[in-house]
C-alpha cells in the first residue's frame, strides 16, 4: 500500500510537469488551431535559463526567494522568446495552408534542439538546486518538497489562467479569437496582440515547468524537451485539446500512467505507455476527456 | 550519357583512394586514430581517455617517436552515441588511413565500431570496455582492463564479503551492453556466495527519473543496491534515491568513475562504492608520477579512464615498435605478444582472447573523494 501511495506521489508530480507544457499547447491550438511543436524545445530554454540565473546563488544558503527569482527569470526569458518565434515564424506563414504552419513548427523546434547544442553545449548540465531541499514523510510516503514545488506551481497557475481567460477582458478576447479570429478583428480586438499574448502565456509556463522539473531531476540537456513535449502534447489531445482543465487532467494521467506502467509492468515501455494512450483515445474518443466538439475554446 | 556517368564516378573513386592513402602512408608521421565520447551524456569518459592517450603520445614524440617517425593523433568525437562510434571509426580508416584505433570506454560503442577495424584489418585497442562481447568480435580487437566476469565477480564478493550484504536489489541500464553484462555476472556471483536478490529494475540510458523503480526497490529492504550503470545516470539515482528514504548503499562499476560524479549526486553519494582499474591513492611510483605528471599538464586528477588511455597508447606504441612496421598484421601480432607491460593500471599481459588480466580495486565514496577499500585479485 505504502509503495502504491508513494507510486501515486511519484505520478502526480511528473504529471505536473505534462500538465504545465500541456497548457501551452492546448492554448496556442485553442486560438490558432496550430500544434506548436516547438514548445517543448521552449521548455528546454526555460530549464536553461533558470540554470545560468541560480548559477548564480551557487554558494549562497538555498532559499525559496532565489529559486522563485530563477523561476521568474526563465519565465519572462520564455515568454519573450515565444513572442519572437510566433512574430518572425508563425505570423508570415499563418494565412498559408496548415500544414505551411506544421512544418514551419518542426523547422523552429530543430533549430531550438541543435542551437541549443552549439549554445549550450551537447553535454548535460546538473543543477544545484536553488531551493532549500525538504522531506515531508506520511507514513511510509516520502514526499519531496521539489515534487510538492511542481504539483503546487502546476495547480495555481491553471487556476490564475481559468480565471484570466474567464473574468477578464483579455480573456474575452482571447475567447474570442479562438471563437472566429477574422470576426473578432472586425470588433476591435487587436488580434495580433492576443496571439502574441497566447505564445507568451504558454511559453512561460513551459519556462516554468523547466525550471521546476531542473530543480526536481537536476539533469538537462538540449534535447530534453523532445520527450516531454511530445508527451504533454499527448496529455494535451488526452484532456482535450483546446481545454485548459482538460490539459491539466491530462498531464495528470499521463504521468500517473507512465509511472505505473514502469514501476508494476516493465520500465520498457516507459515512452510507450504515452503514445499507446494517444492511438486509444484517437480511436475511441478523438476530441478527448474533457473537449466537446467545437465549443469554448482557449 | 552513360559513358560520363561512368567517367565521373571513375574520377571521383580515384580522387578518393588518392585522398584516402595520401596521410596514413605519409613519410613523416604515424598517424593513429581515436574515437570517444567527447560530448554527450559520458562526455567525461572520452575527455579524459583524450587526455591520457594525448599525454602518452607527447612523451613518445619528445623521445623521438617511433621508428623514426613522430606519432599524430587524430581524436573524432562519437558524442556518446554508438552509430555515431561507427561513423568515427569509418572515417578514421578509410579518410585518415590511421594504422591503429583507439577506443572506446562505453562497451556499446566498442561493439558497434569493432566490426569495421576487424574487415579492415586495423588493430583496435580499447582502453577501457570491459564487456567480454567487445574482444570477441575479432583477432584485431584487444583491451588493456579486466572484463565484466572479472568486475561483477569482485563487486559480488565485496558485496558479500565485505559489506556482509545478504540481499541486494538491482538497478541496470537495460539498452546498454556494459550494464547488463555486469547485472549477469553480479547476480549469479552473489548468490554463489549466499546473498539473494531481493530486487531487480532496469532503466534506458538518457533517462532522468528513476523514482518510480527506487520505490519499487525501496518496498523489497535491500542491503544494497547494485547499480552497474554510467556516472550521469547514476549521480541522479542516487540523488532520487535518497529522497526517496532508501538509505542502503550503492555499488556499482568503472561506469561510476568520473569527475562530474560528485557534482550530479552530491552528499547522496557518501558511503556508496564502486569498483575501478586503479585508485591515485595506490603509493607505487609509477601511478604516482603518472599522477604528479597528468596533474601538472592539465592541472586535474587523472580518473581511471585516463590512466587506461595513458596505458593504451603505449601499449599500442610498443606494439609498433615491436612490430618495426605500421602494417595492420604486423601490429596485431606484436600486441597478442604484449607480456608484463608495466602499466599505470598495473602489469598487464594479453591472453589468448586477447583481454587483459588485472586486480580490481574497490573504492568508497566520502564528500567527493574516492577512498581506496580493497584490491581483489584476479581469481582469488
Known amino acids: 500500500m505504502t509503495t502504491f501511495l508513494q507510486q501515486l506521489v511519484n505520478g502526480l508530480s511528473l504529471g505536473s510537469i505534462y500538465a504545465l507544457i500541456a497548457l501551452g499547447y492546448t ?20 530549464a536553461y535559463v533558470g540554470y545560468y540565473v541560480s548559477l548564480r546563488f551557487r554558494g549562497d544558503e538555498p532559499s525559496f526567494a532565489h529559486a522563485l527569482l530563477a523561476m521568474l527569470v526563465a519565465m519572462l526569458a520564455c515568454a519573450g522568446l515565444g513572442v519572437v518565434i510566433e512574430r518572425f515564424a508563425y505570423r508570415p506563414v499563418r494565412r498559408a495552408a496548415k500544414m505551411t504552419s506544421l512544418i514551419t513548427a518542426i523547422g523552429v523546434s530543430l533549430l531550438l534542439e541543435n542551437g541549443g547544442q552549439l549554445v549550450f553545449g551537447a553535454d548535460p548540465k546538473f543543477f544545484s538546486s536553488a531551493a532549500p531541499h525538504r522531506e515531508l514523510a506520511l507514513g511510509g510516503v516520502r514526499i519531496s518538497s521539489e515534487q510538492l514545488q511542481v504539483f ?26 479562438s471563437f472566429n479570429l477574422d470576426a473578432a478583428k472586425l470588433m476591435g480586438v487587436s488580434t495580433n496582440l492576443i496571439i502574441a499574448l497566447t505564445f507568451a502565456l504558454g511559453s512561460a509556463f513551459a519556462a516554468a515547468a ?3 522539473i531542473a530543480m526536481a531531476i537536476p539533469k538537462i540537456d538540449p534535447l530534453m524537451g523532445i520527450m516531454y513535449g511530445l508527451k504533454a502534447f ?18 495528470l494521467i499521463i504521468g500517473v ?42 | 550519357m552513360k559513358l560520363r556517368v561512368f567517367a565521373s564516378i571513375a574520377v571521383t573513386a580515384a580522387c578518393a583512394a588518392a585522398l584516402s592513402c595520401a596521410p596514413g602512408k605519409s613519410a613523416k608521421e604515424i598517424v593513429i586514430g581515436e574515437y570517444g565520447s567527447l560530448t554527450g551524456n559520458t562526455a567525461t569518459f572520452g575527455q579524459s581517455t583524450k587526455k591520457g592517450s594525448e599525454m602518452a603520445f607527447d612523451e613518445i614524440n619528445k623521445g623521438g617517436g617511433l621508428l623514426g617517425k613522430q606519432v599524430k593523433l587524430i581524436v573524432e568525437d562519437d558524442q556518446s552515441k554508438p552509430e555515431e562510434a561507427a561513423t568515427a571509426v569509418t572515417k578514421l580508416i578509410n579518410q585518415n588511413g590511421v594504422v591503429a584505433v583507439l577506443g572506446e570506454v562505453a562497451s556499446s560503442r566498442s561493439l ?19 564487456n567480454p562481447k567487445v574482444t570477441q568480435q575479432g583477432d584485431y580487437i584487444f583491451r588493456v582492463c579486466f572484463t565484466d566476469v572479472q568486475q561483477g565477480e569482485a563487486d559480488a564478493k565485496f558485496a558479500a564479503k565485505f559489506l556482509k550484504a545478504k540481499k541486494a536489489a538491482l538497478l541496470y541500464d537495460v539498452r546498454n551492453d556494459y550494464s547488463v553484462g555486469l547485472r549477469l555476472v553480479f547476480s549469479q556471483k552473489f548468490k554463489e556466495y549466499g546473498g539473494e536478490i531481493t530486487a531487480e529494475q532496469s532503466y534506458s540510458e538518457g533517462d532522468s527519473d528513476f ?83 597528468y596533474k601538472a599538464k592539465f592541472g586535474a586528477t587523472p580518473d581511471a579512464l585516463a590512466a587506461l588511455g595513458y596505458d593504451a597508447a603505449r601499449i599500442l606504441a610498443e606494439a609498433i615498435r615491436k612490430a ?20 599505470v593500471t598495473g602489469s598487464i599481459t594479453i591472453d589468448k582472447d586477447r583481454n587483459a588480466v588485472k586486480p580490481v580495486v574497490m573504492l568508497k565514496v566520502e564528500d567527493g573523494k574516492f577512498v581506496f577499500q580493497e584490491k581483489i585479485e584476479p581469481g582469488a
Open chain 2, 324 to 343: 618495426g612496421s605500421t602494417e595492420g598484421a604486423k601490429i596485431r601480432d606484436a600486441l597478442a605478444d604484449t607480456k608484463s607491460f608495466a602499466g
Open chain 1, 234 to 251: 499527448v496529455a494535451a489531445v488526452l484532456g482535450g485539446i483546446g481545454n485548459v482543465p482538460g490539459a491539466l487532467l491530462g498531464g
Open chain 1, 257 to 298: 500512467a507512465e509511472v505505473f506502467t514502469v514501476g508494476y509492468l516493465s520500465p520498457t515501455y516507459r515512452d510507450a505507455i504515452a503514445f499507446a494512450i494517444l492511438i486509444a483515445i484517437l480511436l475511441f474518443r478523438p476530441q478527448g476527456i474533457l473537449g466537446r466538439v467545437e465549443k469554448e475554446k482557449v
Open chain 2, 211 to 293: 523514482r518510480a523503480q527506487l520505490t519499487q526497490l525501496k518496498s523489497a529492504n535491500p542491503e544494497i543496491i547494485y547499480v552497474p550503470g554510467y556516472y550521469t545516470e547514476v549521480g541522479t539515482i542516487a540523488r532520487q534515491a535518497r529522497d526517496l528514504g532508501i538509505t542502503a548503499p550503492l555499488v556499482g562499476g568503472d561506469g561510476w568513475d568520473s569527475p562530474k560524479l560528485w557534482e550530479i549526486g552530491g552528499k547522496a553519494l557518501n558511503g556508496c562504492y564502486f569498483s575501478n582499474h586503479y585508485s591515485v591513492d595506490d603509493p607505487s611510483p609509477a601511478v604516482q608520477k603518472f599522477v604528479a605528471d
Open chain 1, 152 to 177: 503546487v506551481v502546476s495547480l495555481v497557475l491553471t487556476a490564475l489562467l481559468l480565471y484570466m481567460i474567464h473574468r477578464t477582458k483579455t480573456g474575452m478576447a482571447m475567447r474570442a479569437v
Open chain 1, 27 to 46: 492554448m496556442v491550438y485553442g486560438i490558432l488551431r496550430l500544434i506548436n511543436f516547438a514548445h517543448g524545445d521552449v521548455y528546454m530554454v526555460g
Open chain 2, 112 to 130: 558497434a565500431a569493432a566490426p569495421i577495424c576487424q574487415g579492415a584489418k586495423i588493430p583496435m585497442v580499447t582502453p577501457s570496455s570491459t
Open chain 1, 210 to 212: 523547466g525550471v521546476l
